[in-house]
């Protein structure tokens, strides 16, 4: 089940128009490489409560948040990082995939720097049922 709804929401953001162009990276997959990218997103899905719940029967919520961490070259200001948050969040924003329900996503500017990297997260609440 967390499968299934990890692989659904990978397959969603390589399949969105939004994201051409932009190298992504998933969780546990590596990184890109430093020396080629001026910029990328790594996407990183965390579970987190589950609380039982009636429907019509026996049922489950599961919740957690998707992380999308916008990486920038340091010292070329922050614009283009909030440009991918808007293109991030409106992908997500209020939808449904592969039963994950997506709610509003907000952005936070990392205050610091890593190793030449600028950061900007966009955090994405969900939650998905499970009926038994």
Known sequence: MFAEKQIALEEYVQGHAN???ISLVF???GSAPAEIYQEFVRFTLQFGDSKRMQI???GYRHMGVLLSQIF???GIGVARGVEIADLISSMFRDKIVGGVNLWVPFVTKV???EKGWYQIQVSTPFYFDEVT
């Open 19 to 21: 994201m051409s162009g």
């Open 27 to 29: 969780e546990n997959s």
């Open 56 to 58: 019509g029967g026996n």
């Open 72 to 74: 920038l070259r340091e």
């Open 111 to 113: 205050p610091f720097s």
